[in-house]
């Protein structure tokens, strides 16, 4: 018998009870009965029949395990205020960026030269061109392999990384196709450190681990965390933690698929939901409750112009736009300060104006990383997005420009009078206090 109990699918026979959660194994949509006693996934069709505990592509559903909150991705470390440059992203291509602290690199999937899938992906000329920069720093530290793919391991590029520095040390999870890859690039044996999936290990003053994907054996996922901030790279896992995601503060996340049958050429291709896969990104956004959103690993060419008119992708700037809040929109060698991800320096420049005063100065910034702010100098608060309480004046700034400013402690006059900034108003009338404060009335020297 099959009936649903708890929000639970419960199948009891002669075996005994059997427990599934509605959950899809591929990527979390939820599974519907049919009235056959079978269940359908609405994101992509999968269809889950409870008397096998099979989907009817073959896959097995886990039975339901209550979510485990105290999972070890779970326990964050101590934060602390970062200093700015302190802790930074560096984009290299596709999977590929470079973390790093004050105690080194981690390079995740580099892939600079040649092509992937045996020539069938290809990466951009800009993405190319910036190869050897990202070569010659990413031989520098560790390196990450999320899996055998070889837009993930290209060997290519791990022969040009060893040309830098014979002792690479490459990290991955046990895989044994990974293995024999990087031992055929030329990476020593002894420099190869497969580590467990789900526990922290510490390099040099991070700490990281690696995350499992539900759906796929071979896909993993990487958290980096340092002095208490995070980084969560997805990768290409569809089903992360099962659901049971870390929280991170910046996300790089899938984005490009959805729009077609993209990445693989069907004939007979059923029409595509391009916001689909944008819905599961802005769900995993929410579930890490990461401040910033980094579409990610998606930036690569088919070789054939057939299958890039055949197989549209979405865009990062329509999924920046789809999944909304702060997002970064990185070009090769772009890089992106974690500190940014962070409303904590914000907060202390407006300690540091020393303006109290009923008014509210919205800020939109402009450029790789997207974020909205609202600074409320009743009480120095500071709210990530627009909060249009009257007397605001917003600000539509370029944000390298604008964060510059905050951190040099120049006067607001420097930005408006020099036309970096679109300003509007409510109401329509001239605050003084504001900017002559903002204007002349700043502390000297820069903020702490
Ligand atoms: S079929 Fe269920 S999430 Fe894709």
Not at 345 to 354: L, Q
Not at 398 to 411: K, V
Request: with cysteine; hydrophobic share 40%.
């Amino acid at each position: 018998m099959i009936t649903e109990r708890d929000g639970l699918i419960v199948v009891e026979n002669a075996d005994g009870v059997r427990r599934y959660s509605k959950r899809c194994l591929h990527a979390g949509g939820t599974l519907v009965a049919q009235g056959d006693g079978t269940y359908r996934c609405p994101r992509h069709g999968w269809v889950f029949d409870p008397a096998t505990g099979r989907y009817q592509n073959g896959r097995e559903q886990p039975l339901y395990a209550p979510t485990d909150e105290r999972a070890a991705w779970h326990e964050r470390g101590e934060r602390r205020p970062l200093k700015h440059g302190e802790f930074t992203l560096t984009f290299r291509s596709h999977a590929s960026v470079t973390i790093k602290t004050p105690g080194g690199l981690i390079t995740t999937d580099p892939w600079y030269t040649g092509t992937a899938f045996a020539g069938g992906w290809r990466l951009t000329e800009e993405q190319l061109a910036h190869g050897p920069d990202a070569a010659a720093e990413a031989a520098r530290g560790w390196i990450w392999i999320s899996h055998e793919h070889t837009d993930h391991l290209s060997e290519a590029t791990l022969r040009a990384l060893l040309s830098y520095n014979r002792d690479l040390g490459v990290f991955t999870a046990a895989n044994e196709r990974v293995t024999a890859a990087l031992l055929k690039a030329g990476v020593a044996r002894p420099r190869i450190r497969v580590l467990p999936v789900g526990e922290w290990q510490d390099i040099g003053d991070k700490r990281l681990m690696i995350l499992p994907d539900a759906c796929a054996d071979n896909d993993t996922g990487l958290l980096v965390e340092y002095a208490g901030h995070r980084v969560l790279v997805q990768v290409d896992c569809r089903n992360l933690c099962g659901g049971n995601v870390p929280e991170a503060d910046v996300l790089l996340g899938m984005f490009a698929g959805g729009a077609s049958s993209y990445p693989v050429c069907w004939e007979s291709a059923p029409a595509g939901n391009p916001r689909l896969e944008l819905d599961i990104a802005a769900e995993l956004r929410d579930a890490t409750r990461a401040r910033v959103w980094v579409p990610f690993a998606g930036s690569h060419e088919p070789t054939d112009p057939e299958i890039a008119q055949r197989l549209p992708r979405n865009s990062p700037y329509a999924a920046a736009e789809h999944v909304g809040g702060w997002t970064w929109l990185p070009r090769p060698g772009s890089v992106l300060d974690v500190a940014n991800a962070s409303l904590e320096p914000i907060e202390a420049w407006a300690k540091w104006t020393g303006l109290v005063h009923d008014h509210r100065l919205i800020v939109r910034e402009t450029g790789p990383l997207i974020r909205e702010y609202t600074v409320d100098f009743r009480d120095a608060s500071v709210r990530a997005g627009t909060v249009p309480i009257e007397p605001w004046t917003s600000m539509t700034v370029d944000g390298l420009l604008w964060r510059e400013a905050m951190r040099e402690g120049w006067s607001l006059d420097e930005i408006a009078i020099g036309y970096h900034a679109r300003f509007s108003r409510a109401p329509d009338t001239f605050d003084a206090r504001f900017w002559e404060h903002m204007g002349r009335g700043l502390p000297l020297g820069r903020t702490p």
